[in-house]
């Protein structure tokens, strides 16, 4: 069975949702292709196949629509080619635009009159028109062989109509008025809107530039112990690389000889530095702060870490959320309606109220203009932009702006309890003989539980040593999957678990020491039960350490509105005495690991939008059922590829600020959307002219032109005030 395949393709000459809508409508014919997300804020397009992609016909099929792809840039590239074309256009525009503008507006106003006015205008506006502007033109052929209309449709109808008009009156009747410096400016106004676009969208990718920025262009690499300075396009796997104070690490690996402290907030958003020593595992990227060391490169190139978060940030601003999909539904069929409305506004000016041609062609001209829907298209991509990117600036991987729309509607938020409220790292707090020593249990317990890789045992075997006591070898060993485990030392077999794992052997367990067990378990204790020929002869008590600010991150989750759960595999005194410890209001206890999903499941069921907390490894399969996967990760590969959103230093707190992200971003694209929509309905009856017969006012094309300009960047430069917001 094939799997299924995904591509980026950076997209050039889009100018609009619109734009977007006929490169994604172009690449989904395609017959092995199931979906194709074209990212109008980015360049991007995401493509996914049922096979291996053909990228040289996606290619030629995105050209015959009229666009370019290419596999070769970052989009970050193709933001500075973007920023750097309309920075050209703009210059040329405005460099015809500007005498064009003192020649036939502000000498007019003095009472000045240029000689040969309309022939000079006419020169001057011809290169605006067919230079500075030609791209509009090619854009809307483009649209126009797809059989749909975008916005360089409305800017080629009003400002084709405005020359031409100004060409025929030169011709035919040269005393009138003409209109050359109404298609100059409108042009102008819209290049100038389109640069400051341009240079707002590449601002919002500052975080992920900032993140390429961090792994250095060269390392020392140790070969046959000499240091030579190599690209980090040479280190390969296995290299062992000196690292010296102050400098940053190229590629993921092993510390292999020294210890050093390394700053790691670039990737976990934790200010604290942290610990390095031999056999500790190191990232790309980050910083080495107090002394040299070497390590083995275990991951280059794009398998670093630092390189997969990079790739996580750019596929999640380039994935959609449904009220984007809506929006640009919506501008791929408000062009041809705006059309219509410029045609039926001339047609009552002119031939019902009998207008001046002039008249009725201004008021037909201002509303094509001003409905360009560049706002619309910018409303929800440029958000998502900076707000996946502020969110990776602390720490948290938010996958996808499909992520962040869902994230305002959660109701319920499950919490494993093991490394997630808790360190996961337990400690032993009493060892209880019945019969035998506190030294005697742990001798017993010490060789059987060594060979187990659970939690638990290995803080049994470390309090051992750290106690010097001795032990010997444990044989048949056997692991019960929930209950516990069971070995033989010393010719004699030992069982060592849970309640259960006792009860399935048959264990006694006289009214007295049941009291005890539960003493011990209602003060959050986690108990092994070591027992010998159905009889209980120890208990080892454990107790895991609350993760710093779980209590708060708790009590902030619940001022938002939300419910909290408690899923654990330990036992239900346990899981309820840590629940009130840190106020989580619902316990499930004594689940398996693989009933998980299933309490995921039936939370849905009852309506909740349930996201999941889990440590990213064994809660995988309810991450991926959960509405919201958050997986508390610390850079490791199952982290960042499991649940929808990744904090990458395993911090409770940082649930909280990945809600208040999500929420604030929603209100900011709904506003946007808001003031698009509001931009439009206000200004289109306006610009028709509904104010006329009462005040006397027709908006000018070229004040409906600047609107436009505007109106998009302040839809951009709203998404941006996101950096500001606390979380």
Partial sequence: MAHKQTQTLQIKGMHCASCATI?????????????????????????????????????????????????????????DDE?????????????????????????????????????????LATPVQFYAGWHFYTGAWAALRNKTANMDSLIVLGTSTAYIYSVWIILFSPMQEQYFEISALLISFVLLGKYLEAYSKRRTSKAIEKLMDLTPKTAIVLVNGKEKIVSIEQINEGDVILVKPGQSLAVDGKIKSGATTIDESMLTGESIPVDKTIGDTVFAGTLNTTSSFTYTATKVGTGTTLAKIIKLIADAQSRRASVERL???????????????????????????????????????????????????????TAILVGTGKGAQHGVLIKGGDVLERIPKITDIVFDKTGTITNGKPLVTAVIGFGFSQNAILQISAPIESQSEHPLAAAVVNYTKSRKIKFSHATQFKSMTGRGVIGVVSGKKYEIGNLRLLTEHNVKIDSETRDKISNLESNGKTLLLVSHSRKLIGIIALQDTLKAGAKEAITQIHSLGIKTHLLTGDNDRVAQAIAKQVGVSNVYSQVLPEQ??????????????VAMVGDGINDAPALASADVGIAMGSGTDVAIESGSIVLMNGDISRVVSALKLGRATMKTIRRNLFWAFAYNVIGIPIAAGILYPFTGLLLSPLIAGAAMAASSVSVVTSSLLLNRVKI
């Fill in 596 to 609: 998980k999903e299933q309490k995921i499941r039936e939370l849905q069921k009852k309506g909740g939008i």
């Fill in 83 to 123: 920023l750097s074309v309309a920075k050209k256009r703009l210059c040329v525009s405005l460099i015809f635009s500007i005498p064009i503008f003192f020649i036939g507006m502000v000498l007019m106003w003095f009472g000045i009159e240029v000689p040969h006015k309309a022939l000079i205008l006419f020169l």
């Fill in 23 to 79: 490169v994604s409508r172009a690449i989904q014919k395609m017959p092995t292709v199931i979906s194709a997300s074209v990212n109008f804020a980015t360049g991007q397009a995401l493509i996914e196949s049922k096979s291996e992609l053909d990228i040289n016909k996606i290619c030629e099929v995105v050209k015959n629509a009229g666009y370019t792809a290419t596999t070769t840039e970052s989009w970050q590239q193709n933001q």
């Fill in 327 to 381: 929006a640009d539904t919506i501008s791929a069929y408000f062009v041809p309606v705006v059309i219509a409305l410029s045609i039926i506004t001339f047609s009552i000016w002119f031939f019902a109220v009998g207008k001046t041609l002039e008249f009725s062609l201004l008021a037909a001209i201002a509303v094509v203009v001003i409905a360009c829907p560049c706002a619309l298209g910018l409303a929800t991509p």
